[in-house]
Nanobody, 123 residues
Framework: QGQLVESGGGSVQAGGSLSISCAAS????????LAWFRQVPGKEREGVAS????????IYLDSVKGRFSISLDYAANTVWLHMNDLKPEDSAMYYC????????????????WGQGTQVTVSS
């Protein structure tokens, strides 16, 4: 039994920046991977970024490379997504997820999910 608590979503103008966080707690075992997904109505949930908790190796969705950065605060058991040069197409509900085995962009590989935080980018 574990919990992922997200915060930091909001509304920003195109070209602006926003950082969202997800704090993990209550897990008996180690989390191998933490990731951010996003979803808009009528579309499939897509993996935005993921990071291996041991070593910090990260992968990104092609459309956010160079603009988004995922990072870990080990002491706080928190994963951050720093978003820069935001575009209207980045608007979505962003979800934090945790996996115990592998890092991937397939949502089915993640057993634990946060409640979601809305990010809206205005043009």
């Amino acid at each position: 039994q574990g919990q992922l608590v997200e915060s930091g979503g909001g509304s920003v103008q195109a070209g602006g920046s926003l950082s969202i966080s997800c704090a993990a707690s209550g897990y008996r075992g180690r989390i191998a991977c933490l990731a951010w997904f996003r979803q808009v109505p009528g579309k499939e949930r897509e993996g935005v970024a993921s990071i291996v908790t041991a070593g910090g190796s990260a992968i990104y969705l092609d459309s956010v490379k160079g603009r988004f950065s995922i990072s870990l605060d080990y002491a706080a058991n928190t994963v951050w997504l720093h978003m820069n040069d935001l575009k209207p197409e980045d608007s979505a509900m962003y979800y934090c997820a945790a996996a115990t085995r592998i890092c991937s962009r397939d949502a089915s590989n993640y057993a634990y999910w946060g409640q979601g935080t809305q990010v809206t980018v205005s043009s």
